[in-house]
């Protein structure tokens, strides 16, 4: 009788440092985070110049983007509150930012963090060292941008010319550390999925003050990059 009675209070104390363990641990909800092209295409758009009032000059017709690859080293959710840990990491290992022309939302990566309010997401241009050249030179997903110019974009598409279709790549180089802020914040609700969509516009890439730039031109490539990181833009999926 002792035996069981000592079974009994060891099982009762067992059950309680879990039940213990279980409401102290933080409760969390999980956030997908997507990639999203809102218009594959960069059309003519008339433009009259304010000088003689005249239709100002494209250098291509048009242009239709099929891909854009951009590398990333990390991506982290910051709270409205002091977050003494930096952020809540979502992605710290170099991963793509992949968009295509389906329409296909492609995931870029789930992951559980706390449940909270969440005003900003921060993400990072990556460029590989010399040293992760040679990590990632046969990965099947990174190896294009783990060669010796190590790009951080590559854009694939066609511009069109006289009614020509000639294909081009636009590679870059450039880094950058991006913050979009969430108005309103973002809740991370316990065991809610919380979806979020970081969008591309090419539209806005290949086109100055109107006109649409030839992407395959060295003198546009620094207008053409800074517009690559203004146009980027985060928002939570409805």
């Known amino acids: 009788m002792k035996k069981i009675f000592v079974s009994t209070i060891a099982l009762f104390v067992i059950v309680f440092l879990v039940g213990c363990s279980d409401t102290t641990s933080p409760n969390e909800g999980t956030v997908n985070v997507v990639s999203e092209m809102l218009n594959p295409s960069v059309s003519i758009v008339p433009v009259k110049s304010k000088l003689n009032n005249e239709i100002q000059a494209n250098e291509v017709d048009s242009i239709k983007i099929t891909s854009i690859r951009i590398l990333l080293s990390e991506m982290k959710l910051h709270s409205t509150t002091t977050d003494s840990t930096d952020g809540k990491a979502l992605k710290t290992t170099p991963f793509l930012f992949h968009i295509d022309t389906l329409g296909n939302l492609i995931q870029l990566t789930s992951t559980s963090i706390p449940v909270g309010s969440y005003e900003k997401i921060k993400l990072e241009f990556h460029r590989f060292s010399s040293s992760e050249t040679s990590q990632y030179a046969t990965d099947p997903v990174l190896k294009d941008f783990a060669t010796s110019d190590r790009y951080t974009v590559i854009i694939n598409g066609t511009y069109f010319k006289n009614n020509l279709p000639t294909d081009f790549t636009y590679n870059s180089k450039i880094t950058a550390n991006l913050t979009f ?58």
């Open 181 to 238: 802020n969430f108005v309103p914040s973002i809740n991370i609700e316990e065991g809610a999925t919380t979806t979020i969509s970081i969008q591309v516009d090419p539209t806005l890439f290949f086109k100055l003050n109107g006109s649409i730039l030839d992407p395959t031109n060295s003198k546009n490539f620094s207008v053409i990059e800074n517009a690559i990181k203004n146009s980027i833009k985060a928002q939570k999926r409805a």
